[in-house]
Antibody
């Protein structure tokens, strides 16, 4: 069974750096074609694609957020980490990680439950 | 970046109705288009990938069509559990992008 679970602080202060961890099981990110992506959703708003890391360590970022984002993986721990610097109240959102596997034309077939992050002083 | 636009943004329908939601890409994305269903407080669920392929376990009343820039999600006979928000998403080029969502409500 494939699962992903996000973890990190529920509350961060403006200007701080957010670090989120996606811990997964049931697949390996060293398998050819596997990818893990971070997506967020502000309350009552649409989904926003943030960053992606591939099995071969290729990394891709949102155009508008790329100066603030860093994505990395620890294959031995089955984890993907996202850091976002200089947090602002507009970054308040539920943050999801999701898997892409070969054969589904890069769709997100399995999602984590999400973790809510509030940015407030 | 590719922009995805859904219409309508919201719609009301009754159980048993046939409904369609459209998604338009700002440039051609071939068939690199997925549809997701999201219920309040839950993560999105994959319904359709590659524009028209039904994800395993998804009821056959859901179908997708289109290619290039114009796509459609159709629910042939609405069931009570189908009232939710639906998102399209392109995976043709990074950064991948989602539509703004279409909220399907009970009439």
């Amino acid at each position: 069974q494939v699962t992903l679970k996000e973890s990190g602080p529920a509350l961060v202060k403006p200007t701080q750096t957010l670090t989120l961890t996606c811990t997964f099981s049931g697949f390996s990110l060293s398998t050819s074609g596997m990818r893990v992506t971070w997506i967020r959703q502000p309350p009552g708003k649409a989904l926003e694609w943030l960053a992606r890391i591939d099995w071969d360590d290729d990394k891709f970022y949102s155009t508008s957020l790329k100066t603030r984002l860093t994505i990395s993986k620890d294959t031995s721990k089955n984890q993907v980490v996202l850091t976002m610097t200089n947090m602002d109240p507009v970054d308040t959102a539920t943050y999801y990680c999701a898997r892409t596997q070969p054969g589904l034309q890069y769709a997100f077939d399995i999602w984590g439950q999400g973790t809510m992050v509030t940015v407030s002083s | 970046d590719i922009q995805m636009t859904q219409s309508p943004s919201s719609l009301s329908a009754s159980v048993g109705d046939r409904v369609s939601i459209t998604c338009r890409a700002s440039q051609s994305i071939s068939t690199y288009l997925s549809w997701y269903q999201q219920k309040p407080g839950k993560a999105p669920k994959l319904l359709i990938y590659a524009a028209s392929s039904l994800q395993s376990g998804v009821p056959s009343r859901f179908s997708g069509s289109g290619s290039g820039t114009d796509f459609t999600l159709t629910i042939s006979s609405l069931q009570p559990e189908d009232f939710a928000t639906y998102y399209c998403q392109q995976s043709y080029s990074t950064p991948y992008s989602f539509g703004q969502g279409a909220k399907l409500e009970i009439k």
